[in-house]
């Protein structure tokens, strides 16, 4: 198995909504990241886990918060978004931080009325 | 953090080689440089990672000068699924895999 599965792939959400995007792999991956992409923009990293700990957060506001349950699991938890926060919210992971090999998933589509 | 530079687009034909430059000017000593395939609508594709001098797998070829300054990414004989965006990365290992602006490959008929 070497699928990053990501749910759900399309979500709409009001400004005052709380809702959560789920990653999911099985290739015994010890870092999982989150990445976001506007269209026609590369894209950019949000947060780092490694060996289940919050390992880098590239100064990304509050209104989003990661989550690592265990080694297979990332949820990133939306709360109080914006409407520029809309956009292709991407998850990856890899062997181990030290790898440059990223998997990632189809993506979550995310727009913010 | 190594800032990464390529071409904003390139155009091809089926059945042609295609490289890629990458500049990468102030590479540091642990980084990796690594390439990464992308769809419209897509999650990025692992390509090909190297260190130095060439890398080959079954989809591409990196070469990679002495100074690691720059990379190429070569893609022989490319096909209309080609036609997608092609990043190239410098990282240190981290986990701070930081993407640049990409390049637009379009292969034509």
């Known amino acids: 198995d070497t699928e990053v599965t990501q749910t759900p792939k399309h979500l709409v959400m009001g400004m005052t909504n709380k809702k959560s995007l789920k990653c999911e792999q099985h290739m015994g991956h010890r870092a999982m990241y989150w990445y976001k992409q506007k269209a026609k923009k590369p894209p950019e990293l949000m947060f780092v886990y490694s060996y289940e700990k919050l390992s880098i957060n590239e100064s990304v506001p509050s209104r989003f918060s990661p989550e690592c349950p265990n080694s297979s699991l990332l949820n990133l938890h939306l709360h109080a978004l914006q409407p520029e926060d809309s956009a292709l919210y991407l998850c990856?992971?890899?062997?181990?931080?030290?790898?440059?090999?990223?998997?990632f998933g189809e993506g979550s589509r995310l727009t913010v009325l | 953090l190594a800032k990464t530079t390529q071409p904003i687009s390139m155009d091809s034909y089926e059945g042609q080689e295609v490289n890629i430059t990458c500049s990468h000017n102030n590479i540091a000593t642990n980084d990796y440089i690594t390439w990464y395939q992308q769809f419209p609508s897509q999650g990025p594709r692992f390509i090909i990672q190297?260190?130095?001098t060439k890398v080959t797998n079954e989809v591409a070829s990196l070469f990679i000068p002495a100074d690691r300054k720059s990379s190429t990414l070569s893609l022989p004989r490319v096909s209309l699924s080609d036609t997608a965006v092609y990043y190239c990365l410098v990282g240190d290992q981290g986990g701070k895999l930081i993407f640049g602006q990409g390049t637009e490959l379009s292969v034509k008929p």
């Open positions: 990856a992971s890899s062997q181990g931080p030290q790898t440059g090999e990223l998997f």
């Open positions: 190297g260190y130095k």
